[in-house]
């Protein structure tokens, strides 16, 4: 690679790495954010929700931004919007302003992320230079999702849980500040229709945003209140509009005629899932460690670490092996361990051995969900133009945040239920969080279950050795 390149190369990785590390190093610091800012077990995974949400329902607007506005603006906006939050997300005093500056670092996180991939995508030669840059930013990322757990702990332990938030401030200014030398303007696409789709953005980001508020106050008020169900209804009703209206826009955020591939469809639902049981692991398993074993944060933190490795391993052989064996193949090997993972984790109690009950779920489970995600990036731009293969990548990506903030919603109101049900009838506070843990993550696995049934509808490809980089990198 062109030496001069590597400082652009450099900018762009690190700015994905604090996307990417935000949502696992929040995780390690749910239990002690959950007393300081007085929020519910129910309540908590907002912290995790309002970040995914914002960040997946508007990731495709900030794609079409970068392309009309011009890609190093877009990015600049993002990463400014990115930290200020996080500041202010770090000096929250109460639940409502935490989870207002964690949907604004969702947010900033949609418009900087795709353009940074746009940067890299024109910055870096087709080709050899092109898979190298690839490789470097999809590698930190996934290192920050790793590393994100332990720094997470390591920041809870050592000051308090807000430094996971004034952690991003001093590397965005950093960013800021070198931008205007090492990334180059890139040219506002000027053939294009100047039209935003900023209608079809807050119809689907809203009607979100509902469906899940209604699945959480579900457990406190009841499936049949009136505020549950108002929310629910319209939160759909939201979403069926969003449909219409894509259906009759002049420059659609989701082009639904892209929905006519099979493949893309599958892979969308099967990303979704894949979503789901991830981040409802992740943060049923964060609290179980601190509020039922006792764990500290950072030793919380050691324990995920075996499974981000883990993931590490499982992408780089899923790069290597899926030519060989095919996509629907690996695809089917990854389901069968996710949930196998999650089952194992499902057994286990507060006072068993981690190595003999914990470890072995998560390196399952870490190996499997990526060999679920390399074949489903795959598969999904299968039977697209090349033209607009972004837009597919952006949908695809969006199905995974989505599909995580939905998934955890239900798999948390599910296991409160559970925890308070057995509180009623006489279980230890411990005991009862146990019993949470174990439905929980039951529900999780049910999940995982669900979508093996999907991959017997994706077709079994054997892509070249550039779609496998690309789709590791985006996995």
């Not at 080709?127 to 490789?135: D, L, P, Q, S, T």
């Not at 180059?184 to 809203?206: C, I, K, M, N, Y």
């Not at 993931?311 to 899926?322: E, K, R, W």
């Amino acid at each position: 690679m062109r030496r001069n390149l590597w400082p652009a190369l450099v900018v762009l990785a690190l700015a994905q790495f604090i996307v990417v590390l935000d949502v696992t190093i929040v995780n390690v610091a749910l239990p002690s954010i959950q007393p300081d800012l007085h929020f519910s077990v129910a309540g908590l995974q907002w912290v995790i929700s309002a970040y995914t949400l914002l960040f997946g329902g508007f990731l495709l607007l900030g794609g079409r931004a970068s392309d009309l506005l011009g890609a190093r603006r877009i990015f600049l906006i993002g990463l400014v919007l990115f930290g200020g939050t996080s500041l202010v997300a770090g000096l929250a005093g109460d639940s409502g302003v935490l989870i207002a500056a964690r949907a604004g670092q969702g947010l900033g996180a949609a418009m900087l992320s795709p353009a940074a991939l746009a940067i890299l995508t024109v910055t870096f030669a087709h080709g050899k230079e092109r898979n190298i840059a690839m490789g470097v930013w999809g590698g930190l990322a996934g290192l920050g999702g790793t590393l994100g757990v332990v720094a997470g702990g390591l920041l809870v332990d050592a000051l308090s849980w807000r430094w996971v938030f004034f952690v991003n401030v001093p590397v965005v200014i950093g960013l800021v500040a070198v931008i205007p030398a090492v990334l180059h303007r890139v040219r506002p696409d000027r053939e294009q229709s100047r039209v935003f789709d900023l209608p079809g953005a807050a119809l689907s980001t809203a009607g979100l945003l509902l469906v899940v508020f209604g699945v959480v106050r579900a457990e406190s008020d009841g499936w049949s209140s009136a505020q549950v169900a108002g929310s629910l209804v319209a939160g759909v009703v939201l979403l069926i509009a969003f449909v219409a209206w894509e259906a009759r826009s002049q420059a659609p955020l989701v082009p639904l005629r892209l929905f006519r591939s099979r493949a893309l469809s599958v892979s969308s639902i099967s990303l979704a899932l894949n979503g789901a049981a991830f981040l409802s692991m992740f943060f049923q398993t964060a609290i179980f460690l601190q509020q039922a074993r006792g764990d500290s944060p950072l030793k919380a933190g050691l324990h995920f670490l075996p499974m981000g490795i883990a993931a590490i391993v499982g992408a780089v052989v899923a790069s290597n092996l899926v030519a060989k064996i095919g996509t629907r193949t690996m695809q089917l090997i990854g389901t069968i361990l996710s949930a196998a993972g999650l089952f194992l984790l499902a057994q286990v109690d507060a006072q068993g051995s981690y190595a003999g009950g914990i470890l072995p779920g998560l390196v399952i489970f870490g190996f499997g969900i990526i060999w679920v995600g390399v074949p489903a990036q795959i598969a999904a731009v299968a039977d697209v133009v090349h033209h607009e293969a972004g837009a597919v990548s952006g949908v695809v990506n969006a199905a995974f945040q989505v599909g995580g903030a939905l998934g955890l919603a239900v798999v948390t109101t599910l296991s409160v239920s559970h925890l308070n049900d057995a509180v009623t009838h006489g279980a230890s506070q411990q005991a009862a969080s146990v019993a949470g843990f174990h439905r929980g993550l039951l529900v999780a696995g049910i999940l995982a279950v669900v979508n093996l049934a999907t991959v017997f509808f994706s077709p079994q490809l054997t892509p070249s050795a550039e779609e496998v980089a690309a789709a590791s990198a985006a996995a």
